[in-house]
Every structure is written in structure tokens, then in C-alpha cells.
């Protein structure tokens, strides 16, 4: 995972840090918590908490809902 995002600046990114950007990625390409966890080395707990921050911050309300966010906004 070279790049995080082609987006730029934290409009673009709704606020979210740089590791929750790579979780917004990975989540928009489909991917379990489970396999979000086993790509990033970290706890499912973790990518659930980190996913948890990413719908709060985007302001909404589904995985599904994220991900459109992540491709109208660039962030692959």
C-alpha cells in the first residue's frame, strides 16, 4: 500500500488520520474486519474501533456508505 489516498487535505479525508485512511481503503475494497486486521497487523478489535471512528467522523451510517465517501472522494 504505496500511497494512502490521492486525496489531499483533510476535507478530502473527512479528518481522518492516516491509519483510519488506510482502514477507509481497505473497507471500500470489500474487505472483513478480519482481513482488515490481518493486512495491518492489528486487533479485529482495533479495525473495529478504527472503523467505528471512520463512520462517526464521515458522518455516516453503513460500511456501504463509507466506501461511496472513499471513491467520490478519491481515497484509494
Not at 2 to 20: D, I, K, N, Y
Amino acid at each position: 500500500m504505496e500511497q494512502l489516498s490521492r486525496a489531499s487535505g483533510p476535507r478530502a479525508t473527512g479528518g481522518l488520520s492516516a491509519r483510519e485512511v488506510q482502514v477507509l481503503t481497505l473497507v471500500a475494497a470489500g474487505n472483513s474486519n478480519r482481513a482488515i486486521a490481518a493486512e495491518l497487523f492489528l486487533s479485529e478489535k482495533t479495525v473495529e474501533r478504527h472503523v467505528s471512528n471512520i463512520l462517526t467522523k464521515l458522518g455516516v451510517g453503513s460500511r456501504t456508505a463509507a466506501a461511496a465517501y472513499a471513491f467520490e472522494h478519491g481515497i484509494r
